[in-house]
């Protein structure tokens, strides 16, 4: 079973925004190739300010700028990198068209897995709410990257 975490650090200001993005996307971790990098309605390397920027056009500049979320696969599942991004790209499924999302599946350590930052800010216009991730929404989500892996396995 796989492990999905929403990191409780709330990510409210330019500055975590960036750490966030800059930590999501660090070569010691995702390798230097920039392989293990991807962005959903955004560029992997202009993450920041593509979310910033959306942000600013729907006037959305103060609290919550990203969630981070993790998923971390268990290691008897014998999947690999490449498995691992493309599990990640169908979570990020998940999320995109409606938001922006950054991941980086983190391929230079000993358990293999992948962070993502969702901005909260729907891309749609007319949509002035912001996404919110609680308790039932994660356990949703769980569900949800569970089918996704049970396709690998």
Do not use: W
Request: hydrophobic residues 35%.
């Amino acid at each position: 079973m796989a492990i999905t975490k929403l990191i409780s650090n709330p990510c409210n200001s330019d500055d975590a925004l960036r750490n966030l993005c800059n930590y999501i996307i660090n070569p010691e971790k995702v390798g230097n190739s920039g392989r293990y990098v991807f962005g959903r309605g955004i560029r992997s390397d202009t993450a920041y300010e593509d979310i910033t920027e959306m942000q600013e056009l729907f006037g959305k500049t103060s609290g919550r700028r990203a969630y981070h979320l993790m998923v971390s696969l268990p290691d008897n599942l014998g999947l690999g990198s490449e498995d691992m991004l493309e599990i990640s790209r169908k979570i990020s499924d998940l999320f995109y068209p409606r938001y922006q999302l950054l991941c980086g599946v983190h391929v230079c350590q000993e358990h293999l897995h992948a962070h993502f930052a969702v901005n909260p800010v729907p891309m749609e216009a007319g949509n002035n709410r912001k996404l919110e991730i609680n308790y039932s929404f994660m356990t949703e989500l769980s569900q949800e990257i569970e089918k996704i892996i049970d396709d690998y396995t």
